[in-house]
Every structure is written in structure tokens, then in C-alpha cells.
């Protein structure tokens, strides 16, 4: 079968670093995207990967190993308005995404 | 419209009726997708449609049922709505191609009592 694990939640200061972890295994691999959920409103999208590696995009970073099936999305100074869930997505070989259930985010003061 | 839009925002339906959820996209994006989100399960596909025409089911599609006449709507209906159908819908498209970042409408709670 089809998995994503993430853990469910993590709590982190404000201004801190903070990782959160994405395994998978999936029937084919066509890349891996990470959303943010604030509660009560839809996903949007933060980033993709497709070839192993860092990508990043101001505060947020993303990194793919392949060969482990794993993922993580680094958040660098931490603001309140970063408390939000943040799912981790696989496109398997029929390029449909396959969804982990999300981690929820809680930045304390 | 500026992207995509679901109506209604919410609803409480009881069970037993018939409901249909909308959607519709001004993206011109080939591809478009019914989830339903419940706490701790995280998004689950109901239905999809690669491009107007045709439609496929996914992991969830018992009790549902979809169309897709044209390119920008793709309504969701429940024949009968059951109290396990209570959840929060989520309409999304893509472009369809091989990238496939997918856009989302603001969802529909929908409780079935």
C-alpha cells in the first residue's frame, strides 16, 4: 500500500528552527510538494521536489532523498503566523497525490 | 471569480437527502479534484477529472458521484448523505501536466445528522 508518514504535532519558539520530517513509500515517485493549512481555510501550496536536494525559498526549505523515501521542510525564524498544519504530498506513477495526514504546528512566544 | 469557488460554505443536511456540492475554476486547468478532509486522516480523493469529459474514481468514492460537462465546473453530489459523509470538501485543480501543483477552492463543511 500507499504511505506518508509526519509526525502529528511539534512545538517550536518563535524565532527558532524547526524540521519537520516526511517518510513515504509509494507506487512510484513523481515528486513530493509541501502545503500549509491554517485551520479552517484551504492548502496552499510552499513547495516541490523532484531531484534530491535542498530547495529554498526564503524562510521555508525543503530536502528530498529519494533513496530513503524521506523529506523535510525547514522553517528558519519562526513567527506566530507560521502556526499551521503542513502536509506533506507524494505524486505516485499515475501522477495523482497521495497525502500524508499533516503536522500540526504550534509556535509559542 | 479569481480562482476556484465552492458553494456553499456550509451546510447541514439531514440524512437520507440528496446534496450537491459546487465548484468551479477560472484557471482553465485541465484537471480537477474532489477531497474530503476529516481530523487525523488527513485529504482523501473522492473523485477526479483529467480533462472535461471523462472522470475517474479515487480512494473515497462510495456514496459520491461527480460530472464534468465543461472545464471550469465539477459538482459533487451525494444521493443520499449518510452521517459518515460529514467532513470538509475540498474542490482543487491543476494544470494537468507532469508538475501538477494543485490549486484549492476554500472547502464546504458539510454536517449530516
Known amino acids: 500500500g500507499q504511505n506518508i508518514d509526519q509526525p502529528t504535532e511539534m512545538t517550536a519558539t518563535e524565532g527558532a528552527i524547526v524540521q519537520i520530517n516526511c517518510t513515504y513509500q509509494t507506487s512510484g515517485f513523481n515528486g513530493l510538494f509541501w502545503y500549509q493549512q491554517h485551520a479552517g481555510e484551504a492548502p496552499t501550496f510552499l513547495s516541490y521536489n523532484v531531484l534530491d536536494g535542498l530547495e529554498e525559498k526564503g524562510r521555508f526549505s525543503s530536502f528530498l532523498s529519494r533513496s530513503k523515501g524521506y523529506s523535510y521542510l525547514l522553517l528558519k525564524e519562526l513567527q506566530m503566523k507560521d502556526s499551521a498544519s503542513y502536509l506533506c504530498?507524494?505524486?505516485?506513477?499515475?501522477?495523482?497525490?497521495?497525502w500524508g495526514a499533516g503536522t500540526k504546528l504550534i509556535i509559542k512566544p | 471569480i479569481a480562482g476556484i469557488t465552492q458553494a456553499p460554505t456550509s451546510q447541514i443536511l439531514a440524512a437520507g437527502r440528496r446534496m450537491t456540492l459546487r465548484c468551479t475554476q477560472d484557471?482553465?486547468?485541465?484537471?480537477m479534484y474532489w477531497y474530503r478532509q476529516d481530523l487525523g486522516l488527513g485529504l482523501r480523493l473522492i473523485h477526479y477529472?483529467?480533462?472535461?469529459?471523462?472522470?475517474g474514481k479515487g480512494e473515497v468514492p462510495d456514496g459520491y458521484s461527480v460530472s464534468r460537462a465543461n472545464t471550469d465546473d465539477f459538482p459533487l453530489t451525494l444521493a443520499s448523505a449518510v452521517p459518515s459523509q460529514t467532513s470538509v470538501y475540498f474542490c482543487a485543480s491543476s494544470a494537468g501536466d507532469d508538475y501538477n501543483e494543485q490549486f484549492f477552492g476554500p472547502g464546504t463543511r458539510l454536517t449530516v445528522l
Open positions: 477529472s483529467n480533462t472535461a469529459g471523462t472522470t
Open positions: 484557471m482553465r486547468h485541465n484537471a
Open positions: 504530498a507524494v505524486m505516485d506513477s499515475n501522477y495523482q497525490l497521495i
